[in-house]
């Protein structure tokens, strides 16, 4: 089991950004990350995913960019152009890597605390 720490949410205006970061304890290049996101009385849904293994990306939004930085074993998701919908708790998720998995969140099996984000109007 990888331990996972958020950071970096926030309140931000309407067409800020936003950039949050996992903090995993084990190295990333062993997991699949994932970055969901659940707002009140919704469901917790995929915003974005990171294979470990070979860097392969998901995004559900073009206004995303996930990456990762190995040496520091940190996976990050840049949020542009913010929009009040977007306000939500944002978790980030591990999975053993090279399993093939899809960017879902019943597929993670271990999850940070969880960041939240608020943007306004």
């Known amino acids: 089991e990888v331990q996972l720490v958020e950071s970096g949410g926030g309140l931000v205006q309407a067409g800020g950004s936003l950039r949050l970061s996992c903090a995993a304890s084990?190295?990333?290049?062993?997991?699949?990350i994932g970055w969901f996101r659940q707002a009140p009385g919704k469901e917790r849904v995929e915003v974005a995913c990171?294979?470990?293994?070979?860097g392969k990306t998901h995004y559900t939004d073009s206004r995303l960019t996930i990456s990762s930085d190995g040496a520091k074993n940190t996976v990050y998701l840049q949020m542009n152009r913010l929009k009040p919908e977007d306000t939500a708790v944002y978790y980030c998720a591990a999975v053993d890597g090279g399993l093939g998995v899809l960017c879902k969140a019943y597929e993670y099996p271990d999850w940070g605390r969880g960041t939240q984000v608020t943007v306004s109007s």
């Open positions: 084990g190295l990333i290049s062993e997991y699949d």
């Open positions: 990171i294979s470990g293994s070979d």
